[in-house]
């Protein structure tokens, strides 16, 4: 399954660093990841592939420290490609 | 004022009268400003022998005060050595400010002398992590790690502070002091009414209903309503590894620790019931055993502070976010109007033996009092119980001695068991009874430690000496790394591999280095007598007990096995001889 993710977060420069490595620990592999940085804040939005639940990152992006997330998706494999 | 002096005086002001730490290049201008303060007694700075030792303590003082524990490193292998303590802060929930020293900004990046990226090798560890790169930053950062580390679910957070920002002025402090101090609001996570409700419809539809008490009833000082909240209910309560005291030992609705090393009466409750009410726990795999066969039957209403922990283990029919104290407090008062007794399990569980003597300790046959023949912990931990009362604190190392204390030591509380639970460090206990006699030094500090765990952070004997701590130390030697010898009898065919110690140090004589009274005894007839005379002395004391080497820890669920399997004494036909 794919899993997409869009949120905020402060600019500090280990913010990628912090999420990324959820990811791994949680069990998810990064399938794309975009980052943008705006005036006030960093804008990311990811996709991860994983056969676990998407509140096992869900739960734990929340607790990042001043993370905001704006959306948080599910999709089958085949969902996400149609799409693509 | 410089950044340092800043630091200190923030950390006073927030209430911080003690700080376990180890001074070092990269954070000397932090010890230059805490000299005035220790100086003046507005602030005591302990002086362990290793920054291990610093965090454990301050562990220690965090665990028995309930209050924010702060811990200080330089930078490099000062800042490393703290690690294995915040990752053991961070799996207990325990509040822990860290302050590290950093190379200055500008050399940040070239590699050099005593210079790690402690900032990312703690994000795994932490809450969060900051290093402040900015003099104007920094009261606002220290403020809001110190507020941090309490607020929703406690944990340690790290301050990394580069030695140029140490020595940078600030010249705004009571400004900036009291544009960040003011009263931020603590959001408090509450159940809803509907929640209250169908957590009352599950409990009232129950016909086996268990209580599963974890460590976030004692981080919440919930307790009372939790007691509150079993009897109401008549429920049969099991408890995790820190939450030991919970009710007394004996109590009816006591069955005892769950796990691996758990009470049978505790795993078959269960295995066999149809709902758990787990509340303050997070369903390790220790507390469960293989997490498909847990509680099989069972809905599960899980409370939890942390949202994340809700169906990360074990999927639950109602998830509940919410302070362990106040969802108690909450359904003990919706409950006021609608009572239901679920006698059946109690009365089946009254039929059983008391848990103390369900844990079928090898050897079944007490051994106390006899002139000759092997102590057996078990036997020892009894006659202990003796000797003591509310006002002792038990730190445990872990090892067999530590499973040991917690099936056998009557606890008059929760606040009684100091204990490295989530991530097991050999080497906890001796440190965290200094950290904890400096938060209660009316208190009995008694750590019990095993000949494994003792050597760990043995050099701690010479801060006990410097503050003449009062500390009891009672050692088990088996002259094994006794739990991993066990398990290499038990599932890797007696193929023991470097698990024997028969080389320890001469302990009483190493321990008479320090200066402290120090005895061993080898029959269970000189136990009393010798916890007579540790208890009589004014200062720090030690006592070895020599214990079979191959005495085991039972029951004992396999690693990887559900809860409803169960190795015992009997059952291994185990000989001590």
């Known amino acids: 399954m794919f899993h997409e993710f869009e949120f905020n977060t402060p600019i500090q420069p280990d913010m990628a660093e912090r999420i990324l490595r959820i990811m791994r620990v949680r069990g998810f592999e990064v399938a794309n990841l975009q980052v943008i940085r705006r005036s006030n804040c960093l804008e990311f939005r990811l996709q991860g592939e994983t056969q676990r639940p998407i509140t096992q990152l869900y739960g734990q992006l929340e607790k990042v420290y001043k993370l905001k997330l704006k959306s948080a998706t599910e999709h089958k494999k085949s969902q996400l490609q149609c799409h693509s | ?577």
């Open chain 2, 1 to 577: 004022m410089n950044g340092a002096a800043c630091l200190i005086e923030i950390l006073n002001r927030l209430g911080t009268s003690h700080i376990f730490g180890y001074p070092g290049g990269a954070i000397m201008p932090v010890y230059d400003a805490l000299a005035c303060l220790v100086k003046d007694h507005k602030m005591h700075h302990i002086l362990c022998r290793h920054e291990q030792a610093c965090a454990f303590s301050a562990q220690g003082y965090a665990r028995a005060m309930g209050q924010v524990g702060v811990c200080m490193a330089t930078s490099g292998p000062g800042a490393t050595n703290l690690v294995t303590g915040i990752a053991d802060a961070h799996l207990d929930s325990i509040p822990l400010l860290i302050i590290t020293g950093q190379i200055e900004t500008g050399l940040i990046g070239t590699d050099a002398f005593q210079a790690v990226d402690m900032l990312g090798i703690t994000h795994g560890i932490v809450k969060h992590g900051f290093q402040v790169t900015d003099i104007n930053h920094l009261v606002e950062t220290v403020i809001e790690a110190y507020r941090l580390c309490t607020s929703g679910r406690p944990g340690p957070v790290l301050i990394d502070l580069p030695k140029d920002i140490q020595k940078a002025s600030i010249d705004n402090f009571e400004l900036a002091w009291q544009a960040c101090s003011e009263d931020n609001p603590i959001s408090q996570f509450t159940p809803t009414t509907a929640q209250l409700a169908q957590a009352v419809e599950l409990l009232e539809q129950a016909r086996s209903p268990v209580l599963m008490a974890g460590g976030g009833i004692k981080i919440a000082n919930a307790e009372s309503h939790c007691v509150e909240f079993l009897h109401t209910n008549n429920l049969p309560t099991v408890t995790t590894l820190n939450c030991m005291g919970l009710l007394p030992m004996h109590h009816p609705l006591n069955l005892g620790m769950l796990g691996m090393h758990g009470t049978a009466k505790a795993n078959d409750a269960v295995q066999a019931a149809d709902l758990i009410i787990c509340i303050g726990a997070r369903f390790d795999d220790r507390a469960t055993g293989r997490v498909e066969q847990f509680a099989p039957k069972a809905e599960i209403i899980h409370v939890d502070i942390d949202a994340a922990e809700l169906n990360k283990n074990v999927q639950s029919t109602l998830g509940i976010i919410a302070e362990a104290d106040i969802f108690l407090a909450a359904i003990n008062q919706w409950q006021k109007k609608c009572v239901k007794q679920y006698s059946n399990l109690v009365k089946q569980c009254a039929n059983k033996q008391p848990v103390a003597n369900d844990t079928l300790s090898n050897p079944p046959a007490s051994n106390i009092n006899k002139d000759q023949g092997p102590i057996y912990a078990a036997d020892f931990l009894r006659q202990l119980n003796q000797h003591t009362d509310e006002n002792s604190l038990i730190s445990v190392d872990v090892g067999q001695h530590q499973m040991w204390v917690a099936q056998h030591f009557d606890f008059s509380s929760t606040k009684q068991f100091l204990s490295s639970s989530g991530l097991g460090s050999m080497g906890f206990g001796l440190p965290a009874a200094i950290g904890a006699q400096f938060a209660q030094p009316e208190k009995t500090l008694i750590n019990i430690t095993g000949d494994g765990s003792f050597m760990m952070n043995v050099q701690e004997l010479a801060t006990i000496k410097r503050y003449q701590l009062p500390i009891k130390i009672i050692l088990f030697n088996n002259q094994h790394l006794g739990l991993v010898r066990q398990q290499q009898e038990l599932f890797y065919a007696e193929n023991y591999s470097e698990v024997e110690l028969f080389d320890n140090p001469d302990f009483t004589a190493l321990v008479r280095v320090f200066g402290f009274q120090s005895e061993t005894i080898n029959t269970p007839a000189e136990s009393n007598p010798a916890i007579s005379r540790l208890f009589q002395q004014p200062g720090p004391a030690f006592l070895e007990v020599k214990i079979p080497a191959l005495e085991n820890v039972w029951p004992m669920v396999p690693p990887g096995a559900p809860n409803s399997t169960r190795l015992t004494a009997t059952k291994r036909q185990y000989d001590v001889s």
